[in-house]
């Protein structure tokens, strides 16, 4: 994380969890879009639908080059995004299990 000069680390840390509080207090897609357009700008947003589009084609076992000729998302950056799915912090897991079970499919794990 960019850290500031003018920030300590413990309000760096605050403002990092006060972030967090932000999306975890928006109810609906369409809220989130509204933060993330706010927030972001086009190539943040894109780079994270990026990495976000790869976790499932990770988790469905397609293979790196694949992938790549699918989305044009960087053999790099799907090999970055599959080390923390493997081995992170467990954040994108937790998400696409959710997502999974809101429709009622059952989770499964490629390795």
């Given amino acids: 994380m960019k850290t500031h000069r003018n920030l ?6 605050l403002a990092e969890r006060n972030l967090y509080a932000a999306v ?3 109810r609906t897609p369409d809220e989130c879009r509204a933060f993330f357009r706010d927030l972001c700008t086009p190539a943040e947003l894109q780079a994270m639908a990026d990495r976000w589009a790869v976790v499932d084609f990770l988790q469905r076992a397609v293979p790196y080059r694949e992938i790549h000729r699918i989305t044009g998302v960087s053999v790099t950056t799907i090999g ?3 080390r923390f799915l493997a081995a992170g912090n467990g954040g994108y897991l ?3 299990d959710r997502l999974a079970q809101a429709r ?3 989770v499964v794990r490629h390795g």
């Fill in 8 to 13: 300590t680390p413990r309000r760096e840390a």
């Fill in 24 to 26: 975890a207090a928006l």
């Fill in 80 to 82: 970055r995004v599959a």
């Fill in 94 to 96: 937790i998400a696409a």
């Fill in 104 to 106: 009622g499919e059952q």
